[in-house]
């Protein structure tokens, strides 16, 4: 088993930054790659980002490439989001994931974090 703890999470304005951590504990969790995903009222779970086990390979969302950077620490079982020039559209409830493969799609993924919201105010 992976428990995944995402914090991070809060009100900014629009233009603003945040930093997601998604620290994760049990199974040796350098083997598996890290996405996180975002899910605002109404709508379905999106993909944001991933990352490979190693950290050497990330891959973006259209929407967020170029402002939202995703990185690992596998010293400190820990995953990062690090968004910048934020929009009201990123306003969403984020979410990070655990899986044997790197994927776009949640069903690919085997464990979640609980969650965290992030408000982006215009």
Do not use: H
């Not at 809060?10 to 899910?39: I, N, P």
């Amino acid at each position: 088993q992976v428990q995944l703890v995402e914090s991070g999470g809060g009100l900014v304005q629009a233009g603003g930054s945040l930093r997601l951590s998604c620290a994760a504990s049990g199974r040796t969790t350098s083997m598996y790659a890290m996405g996180w995903f975002r899910q605002a009222p109404g709508k379905e779970r999106d993909f944001v980002a991933v990352v490979s086990p190693s950290g050497s390979s990330t891959y973006y969302a259209d929407s967020v490439k170029g402002r939202f950077t995703i990185s690992r620490d596998n010293a400190k079982n820990t995953v990062y989001l690090q968004m910048n020039s934020l929009k009201p559209e990123d306003s969403a409830i984020y979410y990070c994931a655990a899986g044997t493969i790197g994927s776009m799609r949640p069903g690919q993924y085997n464990y979640w974090g609980q969650e965290t919201q992030v408000t982006v105010s215009s």
